[in-house]
């Protein structure tokens, strides 16, 4: 193999690894682009990639880990006079950033909560009979970028007064003032997402 031929072997390695890495994050990402850029219904698109995205994380690592032993190892072809190619494509610092890309891809859902607006807390005087706490199931909720798009879709209706939710149950809890709002309500907002609620308990006061 000539060093063109090296060079370009090594430049496919580096794309299939940003593929692999963008792909595995998709259920993760979808939702926070979804949220900013209002087409909430798309937010669960790629969840049905979720039980893969531990295969194509090792595949990612496996690709850009292949990628680098092929930039460092010595170069040495005895039928092979041509010079090094100049182009930044092809250099060690290139590999450096489409690594640190693919490792900010993958950790997305660990800091994928700093994509939604900050609400801040206001002090709301109700009346503690009107108050109701309700869990919902939810369906569709695969990484904390899920969590955050159904919390920020719950919490921005009026009357809402907490919500959280969690992907590892498959479940969202919502508190909220029933004088101002309806579960109906809720559930429409969250399910205007994407993600879909299929029951609940009844509710507590």
């Known amino acids: 193999m ?11 390695w580096m794309g299939a690894g940003m593929i ?3 792909t595995a994050s998709l259920c993760c990402i979808t ?8 087409i909430g219904g798309v937010a669960s698109t790629f969840s049905w990639i979720e039980p893969f995205r531990p295969y194509l994380v090792g595949l990612t690592a496996l690709l850009l880990g292949f990628a680098w032993h092929q ?5 040495w072809d005895p039928e092979c006079a041509c010079e090094e190619d100049p182009s930044f494509w092809n250099t060690k610092g290139f590999l450096g950033i489409v690594t640190v890309l693919a490792a900010l891809l993958l950790s997305f859902p660990y800091y994928s909560d700093a994509f939604f607006p900050k609400q801040q807390k206001q002090v709301v005087y109700v009346q503690e009979s009107q108050v109701q706490t ?5 369906k569709g909720m695969t990484c904390a970028g899920c ?13 809402v007064l907490e919500a959280d939710a969690s992907y590892d149950t498959g479940k969202a809890t919502i508190k909220f003032d029933q004088s101002k709002t309806t579960r109906e309500a809720i559930t429409a907002a969250i399910n205007k997402t994407g993600f879909t609620v299929i029951n609940h308990v009844e509710p507590t006061n």
């Open 31 to 38: 939702p926070v682009i979804a949220f900013v850029a209002g």
């Open 2 to 12: 000539n060093k063109q031929q090296h060079n370009n072997a090594d430049t496919k």
């Open 134 to 138: 309700i869990t919902w199931d939810i």
């Open 20 to 22: 692999a890495a963008f």
């Open 71 to 75: 930039k460092l190892k010595p170069q």
């Open 147 to 159: 969590e955050a798009t159904v919390k920020n879709a719950a919490r921005g209706v009026h009357g």
